[in-house]
């Protein structure tokens, strides 16, 4: 059973925007925290943004001010809205829930979608 499944993924020039939508199914907990991670080819997957239940959030230094996570625990999803992107937002991008820290060990991924940016 798939548990987290994400859309939005698509290319786009420099400077445009996309948005990611997740969505969890019945298994996984709506408490659980939420986010977004990326991967670059040959690279280590990265932590882009999460939020927790009371919707803290955190963004790396890098989309910090260009992307917005947001989620709706009545549908239990997870949105990334990603503007002005650039050339080095290229990756796959990963959905997670539960356990979303980097060094906490994610519970749950998604299959990841592609994000192309052309400069």
């Known amino acids: 059973q798939v548990q987290l499944v994400e859309s939005g993924g698509g290319s786009v020039q420099a400077g445009g925007s996309l948005k990611l939508s997740c969505t969890a199914s019945?298994?996984?907990?709506?408490?659980?925290?939420k986010a977004w991670y990326r991967q670059v080819a040959g690279k280590e997957r990265k932590l882009v943004s999460m939020?927790?239940?009371?919707?803290?959030?955190t963004y790396s230094d890098s989309v910090r001010g260009r992307f917005t996570i947001s989620r709706d625990n009545t549908k239990n999803t997870v949105d990334l809205q990603m503007n002005s992107l650039k050339s080095e937002d290229t990756a796959v991008y990963y959905c997670?829930?539960?356990?979303?820290?980097?060094?906490?060990?994610?519970?749950?991924w998604g299959q990841g979608t592609q994000v192309t940016v052309s400069s």
């Open positions: 997670a829930a539960c356990n979303i820290g980097p060094s906490d060990g994610v519970t749950f």
């Open positions: 019945e298994s996984i907990p709506i408490t659980c925290g």
């Open positions: 939020m927790s239940l009371d919707g803290g959030t």
